[in-house]
C-alpha cells in the first residue's frame, strides 16, 4: 500500500531518523525529533487500521505499566526497609517505565489536539528516547551487580555501595538525558545519521554485550565448586534475572535498534515497509514497562511475597464482618482470636529484604 502524504501541518518525513535522503530541502533544516513526530500521522494517513490496533496495544501498556509500576514502587520504597545497590537501580528503572507509560497520553494529546505543535510534539519524543536507553542502562546496571554480588562478593564490596549506586543512577539520567537532547535538537541530514548510530552503539549495542558476557560468566561460575556455599537456589535466581533482561532486550529493543542500523545502511528501503516496521518497533520497546516487573522478582528475595501479603491483607479486609461479638475477657488474661473474624492486621512494614 503506497504512503499517503499527511493531510496536516507535519512535513512529510520517512520513517528512518538516520536516512541520508533528509538531506535535501526543508527537511534538512528540521530537527531530528520534528520528524519522529509526523510519524503518527503519517502511519494514520496509509494505514489507519494498524494505526488504531497499535494506539489500542498502547492504551494496555499504559494502564498495565501504571499499576504494575506503581506497586512495585509502593513496595520497595515503603515495605522494603533495606537499601541496597540493587533495590537503588530497580527504584530508578521503575521511575523510567512510569514515565514510558505516562508519556502515551501526551503522545494522544498531541495528535489530536495539536497537530503540528513542534512545541508539543517535543516533550513526548524526548520522553521516549530517554526513558528507553535509561531503562537499558538501568537493567544492565542491576545485572552487573548481580553478577558482582554472586560471583565477586569480597572483592566489589567496595563498588556495592549505595552512595556508588546512587552515584551511577544520577549519572545515567544525566547523561542520557544530554546525548539525546543534542542528538534530537540538530538538523536531519548527514550528521544525525552518526548521531544515531553513536547513539545506538553506546546506548544498545554495547550494554547488550556487556548483558551477554556476564551472563555467559555466571553460567560458567554456577559450574565451579568454589560457588556451592552460597545455596543453589540464590545461583539460579541469578541466572533467571539475567536470562529474563536478556529476552527483554531480544523482544522489546532489538527490533527498533535494528531498524535505525539498517535504514541507515540501506536508504533505499521502501517507505510503506519501513514505516510499519518502525511503529511496530516502537510499540514494542514500550512493552518493557510490562516486562520490567518480571526483573523486579528476581533483584530481591520477597518481593512476591510482600506483593501476595499486601493482597490478601486487602482481601481478609474486605471480608472480615462489621460487627463481630465480644468475646468475654477474664482480669488480666490477654486478647483472643475471633473465629471466623479473619487473621489479624498487618500493621508493620514487611521487612523481607534485598538480596545482598
Not at 543534542?182 to 541530514?189: D, E, F, K, Q, R
Not at 527498533?256 to 510499540?283: K, R
Amino acid at each position: 500500500m503506497p504512503s499517503a502524504a499527511p493531510t496536516g501541518p507535519w512535513p512529510a518525513a520517512a520513517p528512518n531518523a538516520t536516512a541520508g535522503a533528509w538531506t535535501n530541502g526543508s527537511t534538512a533544516e528540521m530537527p531530528l525529533f520534528q520528524l519522529f513526530a509526523a510519524l503518527d500521522e503519517e502511519l494514520h494517513a496509509a494505514f489507519p487500521r494498524l494505526w488504531l490496533a497499535l494506539m489500542v496495544a498502547h492504551g494496555v501498556i499504559f494502564l498495565a505499566g501504571l499499576v504494575l509500576n506503581g506497586l512495585a514502587l509502593y513496595v520497595f520504597c515503603c515495605r522494603t526497609r533495606a537499601s541496597t545497590p540493587s533495590v537503588t537501580y530497580t527504584i530508578n528503572l521503575a521511575v523510567t517505565d512510569l514515565l514510558v507509560g505516562l508519556s502515551l497520553p501526551t503522545r494522544f494529546a498531541v495528535f489530536y489536539g495539536a497537530q503540528g505543535c513542534v512545541r508539543c510534539a517535543f516533550p513526548h519524543v524526548f520522553g521516549y528516547f530517554l526513558n528507553m536507553h535509561c531503562s537499558i542502562l538501568f537493567l544492565t546496571c542491576i545485572c552487573v551487580d548481580r553478577y558482582l554480588a554472586i560471583v565477586q562478593p569480597d572483592g566489589a564490596r567496595r563498588w556495592r555501595q549505595p552512595a556508588c549506586a546512587r552515584a551511577a543512577c544520577a549519572a545515567v539520567w544525566l547523561a542520557v538525558g544530554a546525548v539525546t537532547l543534542a542528538v534530537l535538537g540538530t538538523a536531519a541530514g548527514p550528521r544525525p545519521c552518526c548521531r544515531m548510530l553513536a547513539l545506538t552503539v553506546l546506548a544498545f549495542l554495547l550494554p547488550l554485550l556487556v548483558l551477554g558476557a556476564f551472563t555467559g560468566r555466571m553460567v560458567c561460575a554456577l559450574s565451579r565448586p568454589g560457588l556451592l556455599s552460597q545455596g543453589r537456589r540464590r545461583r539460579v535466581r541469578a541466572v533467571q534475572l539475567l536470562l529474563t533482561v536478556l529476552i527483554i532486550f531480544l523482544v522489546c529493543f532489538t527490533p527498533f535498534h535494528a531498524h535505525q542500523v539498517a535504514v541507515a545502511l540501506w536508504p533505499g528501503v521502501p517507505h510503506p515497509t519501513s514505516l510499519v516496521v518502525y511503529h511496530v518497533a516502537v510499540t514494542l520497546s514500550s512493552l518493557n514497562s510490562c516486562m520490567d516487573p518480571i526483573v523486579y522478582c528476581f533483584v530481591t528475595s520477597g518481593f512476591q511475597a510482600t506483593v501476595r501479603g499486601l493482597f490478601h491483607q486487602r482481601q481478609a479486609a474486605q471480608l472480615e464482618p462489621c460487627s463481630v461479638d465480644v468475646v468475654s475477657m477474664r482480669k488480666g488474661s490477654g486478647s483472643r482470636h475471633v473465629p471466623g473474624a479473619g487473621p489479624p492486621a498487618l500493621t508493620h512494614p514487611v521487612t523481607n529484604g534485598p538480596e545482598p
